[in-house]
């Protein structure tokens, strides 16, 4: 039965990406679109896979406990169903509501796993609590969120087609975390949504109401699955909306924007002691400690809730959530494919550096926009997370963000040239 039905809404939903017309409009193929959305489906098993063999190496027996979870809230719906309809409102904890940042007792951190639960317990009703037939459901929603990105980058570096797919869809631990069976292909499109609106609102200069509706429903969805990101996607949405009224200063926006939430950050607590960010990273640093088992914990600085422990431990945080897993790191295939994936990110970064073409994008503030977005959730990573499984994963959603405009504004003919040795005779320079 499970085959049956995992081959019939294979091919109704490898159909329907040809038919969707926000597909359809990438400029994308049918057979691309097809094969993209296979792709997909291929990860979300291996995914599975992997978290039955691997799962506490690389943090992801979260897969298969959401999935029974899943089950037993269809079960639910079958004999409760108005429990069914209500329990995603209840709040067991005294004051869980007003734990908002809270890692434990809290209702919005139970609230992420609970959302995702409900939404298995959807695709079961279709299913019947198939794991595998689940994965091409989810596949399909979440392809909307790298088809967003790259109809922006297609129009933001226009003729770098080639490049944009390959850094769009094909990045390893980007496909693979956001195509398996948890929140990362969810939160990517929450995102991708944010972005996609505000970039072509600017570009028709205005926005109209569907727009805003897009753009508060990504904000809604990272609310109840990773509401730390809200907090770091506001300042990226409003420096947008600033730099777009003043385009020319665009830079100077973006940084006084984060300057000022920076400020806020570590102040907001004196108005009200709910507010106490800093706290919250600590509590969050506190609870990765506490966790028990997994391979590939490492040990770190302990973070206390002040602007000076912040910037001490900023370089820690930085080579955590950016250069880790070292060689050294390595300990099985799953870290080894981690660490040469970022080692290889880091070489076309010194490329960029080094053939950097001077004609940039349609928009910089786009750029600025991907770039202040991602570079502080690495940081919150940074801060907070000590497993390189974790790290890994929830790094995995910002990695298209920043290795679109590296592989788009790279000079690959120049680089071509100079190791193919076709040009000896009068050798280009490096761009800087």
Not at 75 to 98: A, I, M, S
Not at 140 to 163: N, T
Not at 281 to 305: M, R, Y
Not at 349 to 364: D, E, P, Q, T, Y
């Amino acid at each position: 039965m499970e085959y049956l039905l995992f081959v019939f809404y294979l091919v109704l939903f490898a159909w329907l990406v040809t038919r969707v017309k926000f597909f359809t409009r990438s400029g994308l193929s049918n057979s691309q679109l097809v094969i993209l959305f296979l792709l997909k489906v291929m990860a979300g098993i291996f995914y599975g896979w992997m978290g039955i063999y691997y799962g506490n190496l690389a943090q992801m027996v979260d897969t298969w406990g959401y999935h029974h979870l899943g089950i037993t809230e269809y079960e639910l719906l079958r004999t409760h169903p108005q429990y069914y309809l209500t329990n995603l409102f209840r709040d067991p904890y005294p004051d869980g509501v007003g734990n908002f940042f809270g890692s434990s007792d809290s209702y919005w951190n139970d609230l992420k796993g609970n959302i995702f639960v409900k939404l298995l317990s959807i695709f079961d009703i279709l299913s019947f609590g198939h794991y595998y037939v689940n994965i091409i459901f989810f596949s399909f929603i979440s392809l909307f969120g790298p088809i967003a990105v790259y109809r922006v980058m297609k129009d933001l570096f226009p003729g770098k087609r080639q490049a944009l797919m390959l850094s769009a869809f094909i990045i390893p631990s980007f496909i693979y975390w956001t195509s398996g069976l948890h929140k990362e292909g969810l939160i990517f499109l929450a995102i991708s949504l944010i972005i996609y609106h505000l970039y072509f609102g600017w570009k028709e200069k205005r926005y109209s109401v569907k727009r805003w509706l897009s753009i508060l429903s990504g904000l809604a969805i990272l609310l109840v699955l990773r509401n730390f990101l809200l907090v770091l996607v506001v300042p990226a949405v409003l420096a947008w909306l600033l730099a777009s009224r003043w385009p020319k200063y665009g830079l100077f926006i973006f940084a006084s924007v984060y300057f000022f939430f920076g400020i806020v950050f570590f102040n907001a607590r004196y108005i009200n002691p709910r507010f106490d960010f800093p706290q919250a990273v600590v509590n969050k640093q506190l609870a990765f400690l506490q966790l028990q088992g997994g391979g590939s914990t490492i040990p770190i600085k302990k973070l206390e809730p002040t602007a000076s422990s912040f910037f001490k431990n900023t370089p820690q945080a930085i080579t955590l959530s950016i250069l880790r897993p070292y060689p050294t790191d390595v300990r099985d295939l799953l870290t080894l494919a981690a660490s040469l994936e970022i080692n290889l990110l880091l070489l076309l970064f010194i490329l960029f550096i080094f053939f950097r073409k001077k004609n940039g994008a349609v928009s910089k503030n786009a750029i600025w926009l991907c770039l202040f977005l991602s570079f502080s959730i690495l940081l919150a990573i940074g801060f907070s997370v000590n497993n390189l499984g974790a790290i890994v994963r929830y790094r995995s959603i910002i990695i298209p963000l920043l290795v679109i405009p590296m592989l788009a504004q790279t000079d690959w003919e120049k680089i071509f040239t100079i190791f193919s040795g076709k040009n000896k005779t009068n050798p280009p320079t490096l761009l800087t």
